[in-house]
């Protein structure tokens, strides 16, 4: 096997650093994402078929297009259309985001609609006003039960986040390829960062556990 990790190896710290560009986008990511998700997942069960209609669209146009399609049209559209020039990482965030909203939203919506309808009912009954029923009550329960779903798209994105290298964000992927380009030999960086998403992977995998175990014991 012609492998030769020799000169690969002073340039690991190189290639580690960009797991903070990953995460940083894929934290940022996350919360746009959830928050997003939260409006749409509220949009899609209410009354008003306007909105219910609108975020189904949504979801529909991000699940059902490439990523690094929406990734790309975010790069390049946004300088195009309105003049202003957005770098790599906002890109990113903003692409991921809306992407990841997209998701979390049918799983924030089958969370709802999990929750006993005796819950909705008792609280209407009491006079509890909708926007704090679905804050303090509804929201709370539906979030305990879907948080594994969540810990899996918090996991995708992470692994997902590599195709960012196509409009030059420094993460782990885009300095693996530098690396191969100096040395003039790719298949060595790229196992290195294969290894390294593998291992945040694990780390995620463990930390949803860990979460997961911890919320059954205050059942």
Known sequence: ????????????PFILEGVIVTLKIVIFAVLLGFALG????LMKIGRI???????DAYTSVFRGTPLVLQLVLIYFGIPQLTGVDIGPFPSAVIAFGLNSAAYVSEIIRAGILAVDKGQREAALALGIPYKLMMRDIILPQALKNILPALMNEFITLTKESAVVTVIGAMDVMRRAYIVGGQVYRYIEPL???GLIYYVLVMLLTLLGKALEGRLRKSD
């Open 1 to 12: 096997m012609n492998l030769d990790f020799s000169q690969i190896i002073p340039s690991i």
């Open 49 to 55: 078929k306007v909105l219910a209609w609108i975020a």
């Open 191 to 193: 196992l290195i960062a």
């Open 38 to 41: 939260v409006v749409l997942a």
